[in-house]
């Protein structure tokens, strides 16, 4: 079979032989980044968390169709995916699984991946960069893929980066606006806020699945303290979409720091989250804790509104911060 260009430049020919697929041509797709307001480990145990989009750092992918083995091109190698390294096991999973999904066999189809989003900063890197793989795949074959089908491969690929993700950063990296993210149901929030975000970055790369797995042992261990622990993060997340949806601002900076001892107490904090924090908080902020799996990565701190970013971000940068980002409550850069 043979169709004639679609008009967007992508494709001049598809030819679909039997027991596979054949396309001629590219096919592109992109996801953005998120950063956790309040519910990060908590949502590991079945409580909710808000997730918050961050368009402007994306992950962008390309599939062509290239004779030979199945190729993968990124900063960091650009061959055979089966001589990549184990570090990009997850990009591979995302490849391997959507093209067993679509029915298309493991050659002939080059995958390159371009990331803006900063890896093992709680940012939700591995998921967006799983979304971008499968909706270049599938533009590029021209087939249908619904929600719960992406998600699943979505979380093949994050089950690969963290071991036992709770499903957020796979919802949240393909949101356009901010998500209660709870057992695995989505619920998009009211939000009507004149705050705004100042994201900053420790520098300092984190592992979530080792974040995860040692606020899983203080679980274990704390059976009672935890739980205690865990239920107040859960109520303070449910009065923070409260915050959003009233413009209550000062109420939500308390509650972010107040849930920043809390994550500590947990696990996952480290001297270069505290020292942020600290001079977010010098600095005029509202609010600040980490966000994400912590143990570095990257903090979120809460400002009155946009034009009082400036002194903050000034107060993280002489911290040490390598990198910030301000965002309005939608994720639209201020």
């Not at 992508?10 to 096919?27: D, F, N, P, Y």
């Not at 974040?211 to 009672?224: I, W």
């Not at 107040?258 to 924090?277: K, M, N, P, S, Y």
Request: hydrophobic share 40%; glycine share 12%; proline share 5%.
């Amino acid at each position: 079979m043979t169709r004639s260009p679609s008009g967007d430049g992508r494709r001049a020919v598809v030819a679909t032989e039997t027991g596979g697929i054949r396309t001629i041509g590219s096919g592109y797709g992109s996801a953005h980044a998120k950063f956790i307001l309040l519910g990060e480990h908590a949502v590991v145990h079945a409580r909710p968390a808000i997730g918050m989009p961050l368009p402007h750092l994306r992950v962008r992918a390309e599939a062509r169709i290239a004779p030979g083995p199945l190729r993968l091109e990124t900063e960091i190698h650009s061959g055979p995916l089966s001589a990549a390294p184990p570090r990009l096991d997850a990009l591979g999973t995302a490849i391997r699984t959507a093209l067993a999904h679509f029915g298309h066999p493991e050659d002939d189809i080059t995958v390159g991946v371009r990331s803006g989003i900063p890896i093992g900063r709680g940012l939700g890197s591995s998921a967006a960069a799983a979304h971008a793989i499968i909706e270049a795949i599938r533009s590029l074959l021209e087939v249908e893929l619904d929600d719960d089908e992406r998600f699943e491969i979505v979380q093949a690929a994050e089950r690969i980066a963290h071991g036992n993700p709770s499903g957020l950063d796979a919802r949240a990296t393909r949101e356009p606006g901010p998500i209660l993210f709870e057992s695995g149901a989505v619920t998009r929030l009211d939000v009507r806020f004149g705050g705004a975000f100042v994201i900053a970055d420790t520098g300092i790369r984190g592992s979530t699945k080792d974040a995860v797995d040692d606020v899983g042992a203080f679980v274990r261990v704390e059976p009672v303290r935890s739980a205690v622990l865990l239920d107040r993060l859960e109520a303070l997340t449910r009065d923070a979409a409260v915050d959003l949806a009233s413009d209550r601002r000062g109420e939500l900076g308390e509650r972010m720091t107040e849930a920043q001892r809390i994550l500590t107490e947990l696990g996952a904090g480290h001297e270069a989250i505290d020292r942020l924090v600290d001079a977010a908080r010098r600095g005029g902020a509202l609010g600040a804790k980490l966000t994400g799996g912590g143990q570095g990565g990257c903090i979120v701190a809460l400002v009155r509104s946009a034009d009082d970013a400036q002194p903050v971000v000034r107060a993280l940068e002489e911290a040490g911060a390598v990198g910030s980002w301000v965002v309005t409550h939608g994720g639209q850069t201020a």
